[in-house]
């Protein structure tokens, strides 16, 4: 199978599973994953609007609107209790994943997850930005706002990490959704206090998420010190530099985290952390293909095409993409374990699909 042909089938694959209503289902095919969550729906609407898709990306940030804008009283309470310095459970707290027409998870998932919440905020501006279609930031007024206020208030709790693991710990890549958010809103509307709490978090994970010249996993707050809990690297570390922007992507941090993630995390494809015990730690679709875009924002495109290609090999016969492949497994056992437990990894992954689109479309323009 060829990019054009891989193009075609991703961008198939994420239209069939789409709900009318605008939910992108995770993966079809995979019971854990029959849900729509904002932060890997933004990045596959994200993916639709530049392979011109649209109409696709504009259903699913109405879907966005359908779920969050009667949250408001919710997100008030949740604010209140912060503001008179009262206990609040994470079962409080809004949802990380949606049933696909809209209605409320209510399993014992990791819910309370802030990445998504800045993800949305930041994809719907690019949305905007790319199209034109300002009416329809009016027409989600009410959603945008709650989300601001949400991010505002919580930015520096403790929360589930991308891979919804680690809740007591504040994570970088997170603290990266966040901050690529409310930049993206307090920029397009010249918001000074949205701007200066984007800029408060720019400086609190400089400040704090630094050890040994790079970023590192995961902090916590111990004694009234934030210090590194998890001081290996991850590769969702990439997020601060693309396409959130905290730094720059040639920023001496950043380039001394791309070698820490170089050295202990790629292969052929990218893994995502050092102790990663899920389906043994294989590599993963979407980070070799955010490290590609890495390598393209960085001028090293051959890199960058050699991601894509790689890619495109564990494509099967249908065009589809899994969640992460069997090489070079960080624990072999536990790739077994897991598949005994939920079944061979997740095929397809939407945000595989839609990650390979954003790599196509950025090796076109840098």
Not at 49 to 60: R, T
Not at 168 to 185: E, F, N, Q, R, W
Not at 187 to 211: M, N, P, Y
Not at 260 to 271: F, N, V, W
């Amino acid at each position: 199978m060829d990019q054009l042909q891989l193009s075609a089938s991703s961008m198939a694959i994420i239209k069939l599973n789409q709900h009318p209503r605008g939910g992108y289902a995770a993966s079809p095919l995979f019971t854990h994953y029959t849900y729509s969550w904002l932060r890997d729906g933004t990045f596959i609407a994200y993916a639709m609007d530049l392979a011109g898709e649209s109409a696709s990306a504009e259903l699913f940030y109405r879907w966005v609107h359908r779920v969050l804008h009667d949250k408001r009283s919710i997100v008030d309470t949740l604010i209140g209790k912060h503001e008179r310095k009262e206990w609040i459970d994470r079962s409080e707290f809004l949802g990380t994943r949606y049933h696909l027409d809209g209605r409320n998870d209510n399993s014992e998932w990791g819910h309370f997850q802030l990445d998504g919440y800045g993800t949305w905020l930041w994809g719907f501006i690019e949305h905007i930005r790319l199209t034109g279609n300002h009416e329809l930031l009016e027409e989600l007024r009410d959603s945008v706002e709650i989300t601001v206020d949400y991010l505002m208030t919580f930015w520096h709790y403790p929360n589930f990490d991308c891979w919804e693991e680690f809740p007591d710990y504040v994570h970088p890549s997170t603290l990266a959704c966040v901050y690529g958010g409310l930049k993206a809103i307090g920029e397009l509307e010249q918001r000074q206090d949205v701007l200066g709490r984007a800029e408060e978090i720019r400086s609190f994970l400089h400040a704090h998420a630094v050890r040994d010249g790079r970023f590192v996993k995961s902090i916590q707050c111990i004694n009234e010190v934030w210090q590194p809990v998890l001081p290996d690297v991850d590769t969702s570390l990439l997020w601060l530099a693309v396409p959130f922007g905290v730094c720059e992507a040639d920023d001496p941090v950043m380039q001394q985290t791309v070698q820490a993630i170089e050295r202990d995390l790629k292969h052929g494809g990218l893994q995502r952390y050092p102790a990663d015990n899920y389906y043994g730690g294989g590599e993963w679709i979407l980070l070799t293909a955010w490290y590609g875009w890495y390598q393209a924002v960085t001028g090293h495109s051959e890199e960058a095409q050699r991601c894509l290609d790689w890619i495109i090999s564990k494509a099967d016969s249908l065009g589809r993409l899994p969640e992460q492949v069997p090489d070079h497994l960080r624990n072999a056992p536990a790739y077994n374990e897991w598949v005994a437990k939920w079944g061979e990894p997740a095929l397809p992954l939407l945000w595989s699909q839609a990650m390979f689109l954003v790599l196509s479309s950025k090796l076109k323009t840098e």
